[in-house]
């Protein structure tokens, strides 16, 4: 069974920086995505940044400030937050599913993580 675990999300003063992990556990191939969502209260769920062996996307909205990566001897999915801004401040889902083609479609992922807090506040 798939598994997705994700840590280090927090508080940070505007201008700062955090790391997200995302460690994966049960894929019986290597051929997986992961992508990272955020959600605010009262809003939709939208794609930040994913990863696959052969391709990164990210959202307008965060290129050049976030940076995903993947380590793949450990199974675990990297999302490097620079110059963070109040409106980052969401819970931080991260996402997987079997293929070879990254998306940022939330309805293509199969398995979610329990979420995140990150909080970017002065």
């Known amino acids: 069974q798939v598994q997705l675990v994700e840590s280090g999300g927090g508080l940070v003063q505007p201008g700062g920086s955090l790391r997200l992990s995302c460690a994966a556990s049960g894929f019986t191939s290597d051929y997986y995505y992961i992508g990272w969502f955020r959600q605010v209260p009262g809003k939709e769920r939208e794609g930040v940044s994913c990863i696959s062996s052969s391709s990164t996307i990210y959202a307008d909205s965060v290129k050049g400030r976030f940076t995903i990566s993947r380590d793949n001897a450990k199974n675990t999915v990297y999302l490097q937050m620079n110059s963070l801004k109040p409106e980052d401040t969401a819970v931080y889902y991260c996402?997987?599913?079997?293929?070879?083609?990254?998306?940022?479609?939330?309805?293509?992922?199969?398995?979610w993580g329990q979420g995140t807090q990150v909080t970017v506040s002065s």
């Open positions: 996402a997987a599913s079997q293929g070879v083609f990254a998306t940022m479609k939330r309805d293509e992922y199969d398995y």
